[in-house]
């Protein structure tokens, strides 16, 4: 039986748009217990910052908490479609060595897949999987 990227990604994700301070996607990572947000411009989805790229593009490199998020971004985007099967987007996160994928359906954002969720579908009882699927620690 073929999985695919729609049965374990985490659907409607949280957006901001470019032009949003970084002090407030930090702040919106941490009141959604998330580490990833989508930047969107007209429903399109146009970026993607981690908690990691907050901390070294702008942080580390001295820019101030009103620096918009578009100045923190991933510069290469890589996305999958619903129907993706699972094994292509694992593929796909280890040839461009990245954790998470938006999940896109015409260039608008529905949804996250990570690694974490890929780990606890094919091994649930991995160390990997049981981090993934256990409650945060905040």
Do not use: F, H, Y
């Amino acid at each position: 039986m073929t999985v695919t990227v729609s049965e374990i990604m985490a659907p409607t994700p949280i957006t901001a748009r470019p032009e949003t301070a970084i002090e407030e996607v930090a702040r919106i990572m941490r009141d959604e217990d998330i580490g990833t947000v989508l930047i969107t411009a007209d429903a399109e989805l146009i970026g993607l910052v981690t908690d990691r790229d907050l901390v070294v593009r702008t942080l580390a490199a001295g820019l101030g908490p009103q620096t918009p998020v578009r100045e923190a971004c991933s510069e290469q985007l890589w996305s999958v479609t619903p129907e993706t099967e699972i094994v292509q987007a694992a593929d796909l996160m280890r040839n461009a060595a990245v954790r998470r994928l938006p999940v896109v359906r015409d260039g608008k954002p529905i949804g996250v897949v990570s690694l974490g969720d890929i780990a606890a579908l094919g091994a649930p009882g991995s160390v990997l999987g049981g981090i993934s699927t256990a409650m945060p620690n905040t």
